[in-house]
């Protein structure tokens, strides 16, 4: 199907909610063994603020068993000393199928979580690529279908786009970001399954705005109260949406959609910026 194809399909009759599926995914996640805020590179973080280390494992560790619960698989990759922020794990990279590609960060600080995700990828048996451009993995690039949605505009380069393109051999559809506070694309869309997503439309760009609606009619608004807990931070799988148990006007608009809402509390982690799907990296059959 191509990006034409998604764009032509008819609109969901949205009066009663649709019937969803569930389907058994497989995750990657970093345990938060080394989380701190030690630097600020995006908004949400506070050198200031304190962080409860043993909280945030207990909170980490509660996300990661309700994917467990839930039927799904869990992989650990092995968390680096002196890189606190490698519990976001979906940053590392994007895999699809046989083909992955690791993430080039745009801070020094992170640079070295590159190396650490290229390891645990050639581990499982990828041969990772390495773009020239800065990418983010999966902090800018969802899989929703059969395209790839691209954000750029603060982390990732819309150079690298093109390089993921090739890579992983699926069309990207370039989104750009407008809101420092939204800095990566999983903090303001979430794809909720192959064919619906959530999006939070100040974040985006007039041109990013017209393409969203013109591929997902039936896309779900959120909210400003919702977007500013990060609510969009979410993991679907197609059924059970796991997102931040903060985000309740969200959650009320899932239930009606027809979507099982699972609130989780990281609340420690939303200091350095990220929150459900930061923490989660999906590896896409």
Same mark, same amino acid.
Request: a negative charge; glycine letters at 8%; aromatic letters at 8%.
């Given at each position: 199907?191509?990006?034409?194809?998604?764009?032509? #399909?008819?609109?969901?009759?949205? =009066? =009663?909610?649709?019937?969803? =599926?569930?389907?058994? &995914?497989?995750?990657?996640?970093?345990?938060?063994?080394?989380?701190?805020?030690?630097?600020? %590179?995006?908004?949400?973080?506070?050198?200031?603020?304190?962080?409860?280390?043993?909280?945030?494992?207990?909170?980490?560790? *509660?996300? &990661?068993?309700?994917?467990?619960?839930?039927?799904?698989?869990?992989?650990?990759?092995?968390?680096?000393?002196?890189?606190?922020?490698?519990?976001?794990?979906?940053?590392?990279?994007?895999? /699809?199928?046989?083909?992955?590609?690791?993430?080039?960060?745009?801070?020094?600080?992170?640079?070295?979580?590159?190396?650490?995700?290229?390891?645990?990828?050639?581990?499982?048996?990828?041969?990772?690529? $390495?773009?020239?451009? /800065?990418?983010?993995? #999966?902090?800018?690039?969802?899989?929703?279908?059969?395209?790839?949605?691209?954000?750029?505009?603060?982390? =990732?380069?819309?150079?690298? $786009?093109?390089?993921?393109?090739?890579?992983?051999?699926?069309?990207?559809?370039?989104?750009?970001?407008?809101?420092?506070?939204?800095?990566?694309?999983?903090?303001?869309?979430?794809?909720?399954?192959?064919?619906? %997503?959530?999006?939070?439309?100040?974040?985006?760009?007039?041109?990013? &705005?017209? &393409?969203? #609606?013109?591929?997902?009619?039936?896309?779900?608004?959120?909210?400003?109260?919702?977007?500013?807990?990060?609510?969009?931070?979410?993991?679907?799988?197609?059924?059970?949406?796991?997102?931040?148990?903060?985000?309740?006007?969200?959650?009320? #608009?899932?239930?009606?959609?027809?979507? *099982?809402?699972?609130? /989780?509390?990281?609340?420690?982690?939303?200091?350095?910026?990220?929150?459900?799907?930061?923490?989660?990296?999906?590896?896409?059959?």
């Amino acid at each position: 199907m191509t990006i034409a194809d998604v764009a032509s #399909q008819p609109t969901p009759d949205t =009066t =009663t909610p649709r019937s969803r =599926t569930a389907s058994l &995914r497989r995750y990657a996640m970093t345990a938060p063994s080394y989380f701190a805020v030690e630097y600020a %590179i995006n908004p949400w973080m506070d050198v200031t603020a304190s962080v409860d280390a043993d909280l945030a494992v207990r909170q980490w560790d *509660e996300l &990661r068993r309700t994917y467990l619960s839930l039927g799904h698989t869990v992989d650990l990759v092995e968390p680096v000393g002196g890189l606190p922020d490698m519990v976001y794990a979906a940053n590392g990279g994007l895999v /699809v199928g046989d083909s992955a590609v690791v993430a080039r960060f745009a801070y020094p600080q992170r640079a070295g979580e590159a190396a650490a995700y290229a390891r645990w990828m050639a581990a499982h048996g990828f041969d990772p690529v $390495h773009t020239e451009h /800065v990418n983010e993995g #999966q902090g800018d690039l969802l899989v929703a279908g059969s395209i790839v949605l691209a954000g750029y505009g603060f982390r =990732t380069d819309r150079r690298a $786009h093109d390089e993921v393109e090739r890579a992983i051999g699926l069309p990207l559809v370039s989104l750009e970001l407008v809101d420092p506070r939204f800095y990566h694309l999983d903090t303001a869309l979430a794809v909720l399954d192959d064919t619906t %997503i959530a999006y939070y439309p100040p974040a985006f760009g007039d041109d990013a &705005r017209a &393409r969203i #609606q013109d591929l997902f009619p039936d896309a779900i608004e959120v909210a400003s109260a919702d977007a500013f807990v990060l609510g969009l931070n979410a993991v679907s799988d197609g059924k059970h949406v796991v997102l931040p148990a903060a985000a309740t006007g969200f959650a009320a #608009q899932l239930a009606d959609a027809g979507f *099982e809402p699972i609130g /989780v509390d990281l609340s420690e982690l939303l200091k350095g910026g990220g929150s459900v799907k930061c923490c989660t990296l999906e590896v896409y059959r």
